[in-house]
Each structure stands twice: as structure tokens, then as C-alpha cells.
């Protein structure tokens, strides 16, 4: 409920409003809303209480009470950028997108160079997706104050939208005007990996730890480079100090593969009966290693992966001559896409960014049919015993999308999707003349990537789709591309599902 406004225009004096902004400053923040709201009691009419009680909450987390101190401010002091400003932070906390964007641009028009502003309706945009606006609004903020988290910004919408060579400017102009900045290091590091370029990405990891020691995201990404080099022992630590994300599947992983079987069993055995079974990669370990010594599978995320395939025609793609089809064909080939070179990949290409984020409008259609289809793909597995089913995510959240193409002899190794819950793949051109029936399959099973096998007796299974299908799948399962010989591409668009986190990847202003 509103505050009720007096008639009075009595304000408090200077001796009564120092005290309230030492303990703002000194961030006693329930002390500091206490005290605003007695003083509001008395002076209802000073717009400088109701703006110190919205800071106050909204650092509090209470965001309803904060939107209602600013909107008492605002009635008092309409034309004050920072009131809106402070209003559009609120709103964004509460992923109200539309105010918090209507916020930001009137706090604009009231001050053109307010850069942090533009900043933050550059977050915003980005946290919708909507990438060629967020950097537009970056790079609007940078025009006024070149500053570096602004280019930091920058950065990672670009690289989002796979342009790596100009996210890499973007870090490096950041680092350039602020050599301490361990984020921007830890970052231009994860997109020099995208290009393929280790030998540099290693470094800037390096100059990222040796500004903080403790960075979650260099620690992280120095582990999994040291476990890619199969350098197990020392990666454990690095993911162990990140405390990010998968770390704890990930360290189980570097146990696994180093044949330290009784502690990956000990540690197990602690996760098994102290968490939630939602891990998918971990649940990938778990029916390796049940399968590997012919003991039950304790991890109850998906335990029979291979009866939750699915595979289904879409019919906005499978129609002859599907304009979308030809839509998304002729983007994938004449959009400026930058690549990601991975090295499971042969004889293909795979895009860089997320391509469900880009503006084309095949892509985005396509990313609304897709989620249509994970909804047929709950409704069709509804009523399993598995954590996959019954933790299903509620909102759907793209984590990554990129299209693979491949050429003659093209094929994908054996693996997993570690950041998934549910991934898959759509089919825009397959090869059709074959040697074999299963070139060019999608093949899945339970066994990849070397993990050490103490027997070959690991189920496998394989999809043959076609042109204008879907396969989905729970990414702890292994998967991979047969090879085909015919001169033919092979063209899909293969994405990840997982349940909305948090994202620590970016700096408001």
C-alpha cells in the first residue's frame, strides 16, 4: 500500500539525514530501512527518504516494498533520472522486462549521457535474447564513458551472438583500461577457446588466477582444459576452488577416468543419499560405473536412458518445399556466423554463439517449435519414476544452440551434453546416398568418450531421421554421428535444454 501524502511540506534537517546515510553507506540496510521509515512518518513529503527506503529493500531483497518507495519518490520528484534508474533495477531483479526497459529509457530521456543506463538496458536486452538491441545499448554507453566494464559487456553479447573476433576486441579493449580485471581475463580466455586458440586462452585463464586466485570461472576453465589433457590430478583442485556449476560431476569425472574407482564410489555414495539425483552428467558416471562392475544404479535421474528417445516429425519442417526449411538452409549458409572448432568434430563445421538468440527469424521460429516439442516429449514420458521427468524444467531455457555441418566422411565422437537436462537435434539435410543403412545415424548409448570399460557389453542404439525431424534425448546419454561416404552434407541444429540458473557470466553497471 502507498504511503499517504501529507500537505505538509516540512523537511528534515540536515542533523536528522546524516545519520540515515552513515548507516547506508556503512550497509546496515535493515537499520538504515527502519530508520528511513520512522523519518518518513514525520516528513512524508522529502523525496530523499522514499529513495533511501528503496535502496534499503531492494539490497534487502524486498523488492515490492522498494518499487513502492520509488514510485513515492517519483511522485514527488518525477524528473529525477536516477529515481527511474534506480526503479528499472527492481524491476529487472523481478524479471518484470517490460518496466524495467520502460524504467531505463525514461531515466534516458530525462539524462541522454546517463551511460550506466544504457548499460543496464543492455543486460536487460540480453537477458531476453534480444541481442542486436543489447549492443546497440553497449555500445551507446561506451560512445558516453568508455569504461571497462562497458566493453566487458560488449563482450559477451557478441560472443553470444558468435562473433568471436569482435568479443575478443571487446575483452581486450576492457583489459586495456583496466589490467586487473580478472573477469575479463577468465572471459576473453573462454572465447579464445572457442576459436580453438589454447595456447592464448591458457594464458589469459593464467593472468585471470593470478589476479584472483579464488576466480570461480578461471579455476573452472583451467580444469577442464588440465582434464581435456587427461591431466586429472591437477584439475581436481581448480574445480574444487570454482565451486561453479557441474564441478563436483566434473571432479567425479577426473576420478573415473583415472581408475580411482573406491573414491569415486565413496564420493557416490555421499551424493546419492545427501542430494537431489538432477545431475545429468553425474548420472552418465553412475550407469557407467553400474553398468562397468554389474552393480544397481543408485542415481535416479535417468536410469534407463535409452527407453526416453524420442524422435518425431515436424510438420512446419517436413512439408514439401517448406519455406522455413528453406529460410533456415539459406541463413545457415549467407549469415555472418562465426565457428567453434571443437575437436570431436571431423570432416564438419559447428557455429559459434547461441543460434536460438540470434535476430533471423528461421531461428527463432524454429527455437519456438522446439519447445513445443519438449512439452509433447513431457507429455509422452509423463508419469516416469525418474528425476528427468519429475524435475522437469519448468521454464525452457536454451542453453546453447548452434548448427553442425558435415561433409563427406563427416562424423561426430562418442559423447555427452555435461550442461544439458534434455538435448537434441533437428534434421535440415541428411545424406541419402548410402553404402549402409546407418550412415549418417544418430547412434546413443551408454558408453564414450574412453571412459575405462571392463567388459563391451554396453547398450547402444541408433535413429535413421529424416529430413524435417527432431530427436530428443536426456543429455547424460553418450551420442554420436556415424560416418556417411556419400558427396552429400549433413546439416542440423542440435541444442541443449536445462532448468533456468542464475547466470554470474555478467556485470550490470
Request: hydrophobic letters at 35%.
Given at each position: ?189 573462454e572465447t579464445l577457446r572457442d576459436q580453438g586458440n589454447m595456447q592464448e586462452a591458457i594464458k589469459s585463464y593464467q593472468n585471470a588466477l593470478a589476479l584472483n586466485p579464488n576466480h570461480p570461472s578461471a579455476n573452472y576453465n583451467m580444469a577442464e582444459f588440465l582434464y581435456l589433457a ?280
Amino acid at each position: 500500500m502507498a504511503t499517504p501524502f501529507s500537505a505538509s511540506n516540512k523537511q528534515p534537517s540536515q542533523q536528522e539525514i546524516q545519520p540515515l546515510l552513515n548507516l547506508l553507506n556503512a550497509g546496515q540496510l535493515a537499520a538504515t530501512a527502519n530508520m528511513a521509515q520512522t523519518l518518513i512518518a514525520q516528513y512524508p513529503n522529502t523525496f530523499l527518504l522514499h529513495n533511501v527506503l528503496g535502496i534499503a529493500l531492494d539490497g534487502l531483497g524486498e523488492y515490492d516494498g522498494a518499487i513502492n518507495s520509488y514510485r513515492n519518490a517519483l511522485k514527488l520528484q518525477p524528473n529525477m533520472p536516477d529515481l527511474h534508474f534506480n526503479l528499472g533495477i527492481v524491476f529487472g531483479n523481478l524479471n518484470r522486462f517490460e518496466e524495467a526497459a520502460n524504467s531505463y529509457r525514461k531515466a534516458i530521456a530525462l539524462n541522454p549521457k546517463f551511460f550506466e543506463a544504457y548499460g543496464n538496458l543492455g543486460t536487460l536486452m540480453q537477458k531476453q535474447g534480444k541481442l542486436e538491441e543489447a549492443v546497440a545499448s553497449y555500445r551507446k554507453a561506451i560512445s558516453i564513458n568508455a569504461d571497462a566494464r562497458g566493453y566487458f559487456n560488449l563482450g559477451t553479447a557478441l560472443r553470444d551472438q558468435g562473433k568471436l573476433d569482435e568479443a575478443i576486441k571487446s575483452y581486450q579493449q576492457a583489459i586495456q583500461l583496466f589490467p586487473n580485471y580478472a573477469d575479463a581475463h577468465s572471459n576473453l580466455g573462454e572465447t579464445l577457446r572457442d576459436q580453438g586458440n589454447m595456447q592464448e586462452a591458457i594464458k589469459s585463464y593464467q593472468n585471470a588466477l593470478a589476479l584472483n586466485p579464488n576466480h570461480p570461472s578461471a579455476n573452472y576453465n583451467m580444469a577442464e582444459f588440465l582434464y581435456l589433457a587427461k591431466r586429472y590430478d591437477e584439475a581436481i583442485p581448480h574445480f574444487e576452488v570454482s565451486q561453479l556449476d557441474d564441478w563436483q560431476e566434473r571432479s567425479m569425472y577426473c576420478l573415473y577416468k583415472a581408475e580411482r574407482f573406491d573414491k569415486f564410489k565413496n564420493k557416490l555414495d555421499v551424493i546419492v543419499k545427501s542430494g537431489s539425483h538432477t545431475a545429468p552428467f553425474l548420472a552418465t558416471l553412475s550407469t557407467h560405473y553400474s553398468i562397468n562392475f554389474g552393480v544397481d544404479d543408485p542415481y535416479n535421474f535417468c536410469k534407463n536412458g535409452l527407453d526416453f528417445v524420442y524422435n518425431a516429425a515436424i510438420p512446419e519442417l517436413s512439408e514439401p518445399n517448406s519455406p522455413l526449411l528453406n529460410a533456415l538452409l539459406n541463413d545457415i549458409n549467407n549469415a555472418e556466423i562465426a565457428e567453434r572448432v571443437q575437436g570431436m568434430l571431423h570432416n564438419g563445421k559447428q557455429s559459434a554463439g547461441n543460434l536460438f538468440k540470434r535476430p533471423e527469424d528461421s531461428f527463432r521460429t524454429l527455437g519456438e517449435l522446439v519447445k513445443k516439442e519438449f512439452i509433447n516429449y513431457k507429455n509422452k514420458f509423463a508419469g516416469a519414476d525418474c528425476e528427468l521427468i519429475k524435475s522437469f524444467p519448468e521454464e525452457l531455457e536454451f542453453t546453447s544452440s548452434w548448427f553442425v555441418k558435415m561433409r563427406q566422411g563427416g562424423h561426430l565422437d562418442s559423447h555427452i551434453h555435461e550442461i544439458g537436462w534434455i538435448s537434441g537435434a533437428v534434421y535440415l539435410a541428411m545424406p541419402s546416398d548410402k553404402k549402409s543403412p546407418e550412415e549418417g545415424a544418430f547412434e546413443y548409448g551408454t558408453h564414450g568418450d574412453s571412459y575405462p570399460q571392463k567388459h563391451s557389453n554396453f547398450p547402444v542404439g541408433w535413429v535413421i531421421p529424416n529430413v524435417g525431424e527432431i530427436v530428443l534425448f536426456p543429455s547424460s546419454l553418450f551420442h554420436r554421428t556415424i560416418p556417411f561416404t556419400s558427396n552429400e552434407e549433413r546439416i542440423c541444429i542440435a541444442f541443449d535444454l536445462k532448468p533456468s540458473t542464475p547466470s554470474n557470466a555478467r556485470s550490470n553497471y
